[in-house]
């Protein structure tokens, strides 16, 4: 998949069910040493609670790409943020 087919999908956490925002606001934090994502970070404010702050996806906690979106099971209580 290229990035560009990335665009325009929601992101969407399958534990809680909320709309985290839209890949195609989101950053990517690649390993320079081995050029692998690492982790999707998106940004504050999106989503339906529009004063939460960014929030870091680690790669392996995606769990499907579909056509219009992303699915990714957060583990609850625990803070995607980044650092």
């Known amino acids: 998949m290229r990035l560009s087919e990335l665009r325009g999908k929601e992101v969407i956490d399958i534990v809680s069910g909320e709309r985290l925002g839209l890949l ?8 320079p040493r081995s050029g692998r994502i690492g982790a999707v970070i998106l940004p504050a404010g999106g989503g339906l609670r529009r004063k939460r702050e960014e929030v870091v996806i680690p790669w392996h906690l995606i769990r499907r790409i579909g056509s219009d979106m992303v699915l990714v099971e957060l583990v609850p209580g625990r803070a995607y943020l980044p650092g």
């Open 24 to 31: 195609e606001d989101a950053d990517l934090l690649v390993d």
